[in-house]
């Protein structure tokens, strides 16, 4: 099994929909939680981090950490076409990150 | 405020050869980290430098080695190319303090093809 599981989609949505992107963990020392979004040709970009469990929102975005099920989820609301890229959840252990395979969301007009 | 820049952007190597890919940090971070991404899988962590000094390791060989200097910037080479090199690698920097605990700030990485 690995540390942190993702499903890699793809996944297509009409413009204006809910997306929501889960990921699993195996490791449950796991305390930070991050959620990058990676266009292509390009470097991720570090879009919210959570701390332990519990929920935090940033405009259009809102991270869920539930430790106790091991689970974490991004949802976007209002999704656009600029949404579209591959979604990569995080969660540090030590000095590394450790990364699911990423999500590849499509947001149509 | 400079982002994380690297060079080259591209780069052709043939297996056996060496190869040295440069990142320069994020104004004000002191902390860069290295990661290897295959095509279609996420990032995994290579190693991490921290006042010029290896601060962690991931599961990669010996072959894979890296330099940090003074200016915080760092190289990662990669001795005995193989096929299985061929990835874009990125560089991440972090600030001081707790925030190198979650902000790990990527550049745009070097795509290594390896033929």
């Known amino acids: 099994q690995k540390e942190v599981e993702q499903d890699p989609g793809p996944l297509s949505v009409p413009e204006g929909a809910i997306v929501s992107l889960n990921c699993t963990y195996s490791n449950s020392a796991f305390q930070y939680f991050m959620w990058y979004r990676q266009y292509s040709r390009k470097g991720p970009e570090l879009l919210m981090y959570?701390?332990?469990?519990g929920n935090k929102e940033d405009g259009r975005f809102t991270a869920q950490v539930d430790k106790s099920s091991k689970y974490i989820s991004l949802f976007i609301r209002d999704s656009q076409p600029s949404d579209s890229a591959t979604y990569l959840c995080a969660m540090r252990a030590g000095t590394a990150l450790i990364f699911g395979k990423g999500t590849t969301l499509s947001v149509s007009s | 405020e400079t982002g994380v820049t690297q060079s080259p952007t591209h780069l052709i190597k043939t297996r056996g050869q060496q190869v040295t890919l440069r990142c320069s940090s994020q104004?004000?971070?002191?902390?860069v980290s290295w990661y290897q991404q295959a095509l279609g899988q996420g990032p995994q962590f290579i190693f991490q430098y921290y006042r010029e000094e290896e601060n962690g390791r991931g599961n990669f060989p010996p072959r894979f080695s890296g330099l940090q200097f003074p200016n915080y910037s760092s190289e990662l080479n990669v001795n005995a190319l193989e096929l299985d090199d061929s990835a874009l690698y990125l560089c991440?920097?972090?600030?001081?303090?707790?925030?190198?605990?979650?902000?790990?700030?990527f550049g745009p990485g070097t795509r290594l093809t390896v033929t």
């Open positions: 104004s004000g971070h002191n902390t």
């Open positions: 959570t701390y332990s469990s």
């Open positions: 991440a920097s972090s600030p001081r303090g707790e925030g190198s605990l979650y902000e790990q700030y």
